[in-house]
């Protein structure tokens, strides 16, 4: 179960909860607490089962947009993964900064930096993928993270990512030792690419910031860096 349906669970639950306790005082009919019990249980269920995670992580999301640091970080941590593909010649599709803008848009998943994984989709099938390329892959999937670190010191979001390198490394079948040792490594690089290019960073930032379409943050990224070919 995502984390973002798990927040909505323990939301609704404090709803139940409060209804239950104050219904008495309020003389509100049991009828009442149950009946919320129900719907938002189904709710969640269907949350879950049916839209993947969607409602809750666009409640949840809305909930913590009241801090400015929450979409600050936000922002940074999805640059961090816009400059680095750009960087490695892995293409960006298209970028979101919260689930209602991915759901408007008709995107799948929750949010952030959409890449054209195809690909490494098929290499995968096979049961190969290049040293080059597993390793530029590992890299963007870390530079959200890397971005919050270098910005913040430290990073709250990143969970997925972490998630889809140590797939990706057991699908290749490797050690656990060497997955960690993978994931340190790419978090090191990446970094490294986003200092290297703090200037065109911080345009992309605010470029992200106005929502500019992907054409004018292409343009951008295009006229301030070279790519790394894979």
Same mark, same amino acid.
């Given at each position: ?178 997955? #960690? *040792?993978? $994931? @340190? ?7 490294? %690419?986003? !200092?290297?290019?703090?200037? +065109?960073? &911080?345009?992309?930032?605010? #470029? *992200?910031? $106005? @929502? ?7 343009? %951008?990224? !295009?006229?301030?860096?070279? +790519?790394? &070919?894979?």
């Amino acid at each position: 179960m995502r984390q973002t349906t798990l927040n909505l669970l323990a939301i609704s639950v404090f709803v139940i909860t409060m209804a239950s306790l104050l219904g008495p005082l309020l003389q509100v009919s049991p009828l009442v607490p149950a009946t919320l019990t129900v719907g938002l249980l189904g709710l969640v269920t269907f949350d879950q089962l049916g839209l993947g995670g969607r409602l809750g992580a666009i409640v949840v999301d809305g909930l913590d947009r009241t801090s400015s640091t929450y979409r600050e970080r936000i922002l940074h941590h999805e640059a961090g993964h816009f400059l680095v593909a750009h960087l490695l010649d892995i293409p960006v599709v298209d970028y979101t900064l919260s689930p209602w803008e991915t759901w408007r848009k008709g995107l799948p998943g929750l949010g952030g930096v959409i890449f054209d994984t195809q690909p490494l989709e098929q290499t995968l099938a096979q049961g190969q993928i290049s040293a080059l390329a597993l390793n530029h892959f590992c890299m963007v999937w870390m530079a959200g993270i890397a971005a919050e670190q270098i910005v913040y010191g430290s990073a709250i979001g990143g969970d997925d990512d972490r998630q889809k390198l140590r797939s990706m490394c057991g699908s290749l079948q490797l050690a656990p030792t060497q997955t #960690a *040792m993978r $994931e @340190r490594w790419s978090l090191l690089q990446a970094k490294s %690419l986003i !200092q290297q290019h703090q200037t +065109t960073y &911080s345009a992309l930032i605010q #470029a *992200m910031a $106005e @929502r500019q379409p992907m054409a004018d943050c292409r343009q %951008l990224l !295009q006229s301030t860096t070279d +790519t790394l &070919s894979l």
